[in-house]
């Protein structure tokens, strides 16, 4: 359920989902809040960050209720992440800097049309892929916006892992990253496989370096959720996918490198060591 809270979040554009969680964070206790804040300045900078450099605080304490703080905070800081892009008009990133938003000028293929490579029932595909939902299943920008706000939310939740208490259940913190990781690299092997004017667009300069600048920080974000245990819920199967060899070839040849396959052999020594201290 958790996890469900959080794929249906970030989903900005599904308006009927954003007045439900409004109603529900204006029942919620909110007596944490401060020091939740002052926690999430203590131990991840980067998203306290994100806290200050927000105009209207009211939108991202409205996602900071008090049944699961570190859930709460990363995802007032994913949320808010959106914001600020919308603001900026630029993807704000993890280390404080920006990347540039491609031009709307330039074309770029429908993200719903990779949605027939994965499982149709799949709660990420559903929210972020399916025709009517979120602005990342008609607009390229938008599917980018996604991966950043979860480079952030994870890039958070791992620094909080103190505050994670048994109550809390398990929670899928790396879920959403890892999903939208498996649809950028499925996107970005469609454009260069049959969309000759999206793969145009995605190697011009300003674009390719936001690709890769975006894919490097999501990749640095997995790369400590992954030595995490019990930070997944249901993200075997998109790590799998970005394991996969079969997969990755155009983002391969956007950065000039292999994309890392090696979170699911790490999530497996991570769930294995715990298993082993218990």
Same mark, same amino acid.
């Given at each position: 359920?958790?996890?469900?809270?959080?794929?249906?979040?970030?989903?900005?554009?599904?308006?009927?989902?954003?007045?439900?969680?409004?109603?529900?964070?204006?029942?919620?206790?909110?007596?944490? *809040?401060?020091?939740?804040?002052?926690?999430?300045?203590?131990?991840?900078?980067?998203?306290?960050?994100?806290? #200050?450099?927000?105009?209207?605080?009211?939108?991202?304490?409205?996602?900071?209720?008090?049944?699961?703080?570190?859930?709460?905070?990363?995802?007032?800081?994913?949320?808010?992440?959106?914001?600020?892009?919308?603001?900026?008009?630029?993807?704000?990133?993890?280390?404080?800097?920006?990347?540039?938003?491609?031009?709307?000028?330039?074309?770029?293929?429908?993200?719903?049309?990779?949605?027939?490579?994965?499982?149709?029932? #799949?709660?990420?595909?559903?929210?972020?892929?399916?025709?009517?939902?979120?602005?990342?299943?008609?607009?390229?920008?938008?599917?980018? #916006?996604?991966?950043?706000?979860?480079?952030?939310?994870?890039?958070?939740?791992?620094?909080?892992?103190?505050?994670?208490?048994?109550?809390?259940?398990?929670?899928?913190?790396?879920?959403?990253?890892?999903?939208?990781?498996?649809?950028?690299?499925?996107?970005?092997?469609?454009?260069?496989?049959?969309?000759?004017?999206?793969?145009?667009?995605?190697?011009?300069?300003?674009?390719? *370096?936001?690709?890769?600048?975006?894919?490097?920080?999501?990749?640095?974000?997995?790369?400590?959720?992954?030595?995490?245990?019990?930070?997944?819920?249901?993200?075997?199967?998109?790590?799998?996918?970005?394991? #996969?060899?079969?997969?990755?070839?155009?983002?391969?040849?956007?950065?000039?490198?292999?994309?890392?396959?090696?979170?699911?052999?790490?999530?497996?020594?991570?769930?294995?060591?715990?298993?082993?201290?218990?």
């Amino acid at each position: 359920m958790r996890t469900v809270l959080r794929a249906a979040s970030a989903a900005v554009a599904a308006v009927v989902w954003s007045l439900v969680w409004s109603q529900a964070s204006l029942a919620a206790p909110t007596q944490c *809040q401060p020091q939740a804040l002052r926690d999430l300045e203590r131990l991840a900078p980067q998203g306290h960050a994100v806290y #200050d450099a927000i105009s209207d605080k009211r939108h991202f304490l409205r996602f900071l209720t008090c049944d699961d703080v570190v859930l709460g905070l990363s995802t007032a800081v994913h949320e808010s992440v959106h914001l600020l892009t919308s603001e900026k008009d630029a993807y704000p990133l993890v280390d404080g800097s920006t990347a540039q938003r491609p031009s709307e000028s330039l074309r770029f293929f429908a993200p719903r049309k990779i949605a027939g490579r994965f499982n149709a029932g #799949d709660m990420y595909v559903r929210t972020y892929l399916k025709p009517g939902e979120a602005s990342s299943s008609t607009d390229f920008r938008f599917l980018l #916006d996604e991966l950043n706000a979860y480079s952030h939310d994870v890039a958070t939740s791992t620094k909080l892992t103190s505050l994670i208490r048994p109550e809390h259940g398990q929670v899928g913190h790396r879920d959403g990253l890892a999903a939208l990781m498996t649809f950028v690299m499925s996107y970005t092997d469609m454009a260069r496989q049959s969309v000759p004017a999206t793969w145009a667009n995605l190697q011009r300069p300003e674009v390719r *370096q936001t690709v890769v600048t975006l894919w490097n920080q999501a990749e640095a974000a997995l790369a400590v959720a992954c030595t995490i245990p019990a930070f997944g819920q249901d993200d075997r199967r998109s790590l799998a996918f970005l394991s #996969d060899p079969e997969n990755g070839a155009g983002l391969t040849e956007l950065l000039g490198r292999t994309p890392a396959r090696n979170c699911l052999e790490s999530v497996n020594t991570a769930e294995s060591g715990a298993r082993l201290t218990r």
